[in-house]
Nanobody, 125 residues
Framework: QVQLVESGGGLVQPGGSLRLSCAAS????????MGWYRQAPGKQRELVAT???????NYADSVKGRFTISRDNAKYTVYLQMNSLKPEETAVYYC???????????????????WGKGTLVTVSS
């Protein structure tokens, strides 16, 4: 069973930094895209950043220049370095993996996309 587990959330002061991690597990063969979304209280979930297996990245305009997404394909892990955090960025941050394939014995099967359970980031003084 494929699982995504986030870590690294917590309380940080405005202007501070945090690094989120998300590790995928469960007999994974490959993952196409990985990314981060966030959902603030009373708001819809929104894209933060994505990174393809080849390394190309995409960012929401609001985080460009402050956040950096990266991934370790060998570890099926994606990271989000967040700098200069703002109070309005307080949210639950969710990890996302798309185009997941698993391998059992010699059989490779496409499994679709998965979400983590989220990690809370609170930006407050």
């Amino acid at each position: 069973q494929v699982q995504l587990v986030e870590s690294g959330g917590g309380l940080v002061q405005p202007g501070g930094s945090l690094r989120l991690s998300c590790a995928a597990s469960g007999s994974i063969f490959s993952i196409s895209d990985m990314g981060w979304y966030r959902q603030a209280p009373g708001k819809q979930r929104e894209l933060v950043a994505t990174v393809a297996a080849g390394g190309s990245t995409n960012y929401a305009d609001s985080v460009k220049g402050r956040f950096t997404i990266s991934r370790d394909n060998a570890k099926y892990t994606v990271y989000l370095q967040m700098n200069s955090l703002k109070p309005e960025e307080t949210a639950v941050y969710y990890c996302y993996a798309d185009g997941v394939s698993t391998v059992i014995s010699t059989e490779i099967r496409p499994r679709g996309n998965y979400w983590g359970k989220g990690t809370l980031v609170t930006v407050s003084s």
